[in-house]
C-alpha cells in the first residue's frame, strides 16, 4: 500500500475488518497527487471487485480551486465508473465539505457512485451498504 511518503499527502490503507480501502489526507497537499491516488487504487484493486473507497480529507490543509475540483470529479467519476467504486468523501464542514461536493456531484455526472459525508461512521455505513449489495450481486 502507499503510505505516501514525504512526497505525498496521503496514506493508502485498508478498514480493519473490511475491504474499505481508506484514502487519508494530511498537510499540504496539491492537485497533481490525484493521479497518484487513482494509480495506486486501480493497482490495489480490479474492475470486478467493485471497491469501496473512503476519502478521508479531514486533516488535509490543500483547498482545491472550484476548477480543480471539477478536474478531480471528472477523473475519479470516470475511473469510479470504469472500475465500479462505491467512493465516500469525509470532509470537515465548511469549504473543504463544499468543494467535496462538487467533486461528489461531477463523479456522479460521471456516473460514479460517491457522497460527502462528515460523520465518519455515517460513511463507513454507507460504504458497507455497497459492500452488502455486491455481495449479494455475486451470489446470484
Do not use: C, N
Not at 46 to 66: C, K
Not at 72 to 94: F, S
Request: proline content about 4%.
Amino acid at each position: 500500500m502507499a503510505d505516501g511518503g514525504s512526497s505525498m499527502a496521503f496514506t493508502i490503507t485498508s478498514l480493519r475488518g473490511t475491504t474499505i480501502l481508506v484514502v487519508r489526507g494530511e498537510g499540504k497537499g496539491h492537485v497533481g497527487e490525484s493521479e497518484q491516488i487513482l494509480d495506486e487504487l486501480r493497482r490495489l484493486t480490479s474492475p470486478e471487485d467493485g471497491a469501496s473507497v473512503l476519502f478521508d480529507i479531514r486533516a488535509l490543509e490543500y483547498l482545491p480551486s472550484p476548477a480543480e475540483a471539477r478536474y478531480i470529479g471528472e477523473r475519479y467519476g470516470d475511473v469510479g465508473a470504469a472500475w465500479g467504486w462505491r467512493m465516500a468523501h469525509l470532509a470537515p464542514p465548511g469549504a473543504q465539505f463544499g468543494i467535496a461536493r462538487t467533486v461528489e456531484i461531477v463523479s456522479g455526472l460521471r456516473g460514479a457512485s460517491a457522497r460527502v459525508f462528515s460523520d465518519e461512521t455515517e460513511a463507513i455505513a454507507w460504504l458497507r451498504e455497497g459492500e452488502r449489495g455486491a455481495a449479494e450481486r455475486k451470489s446470484s
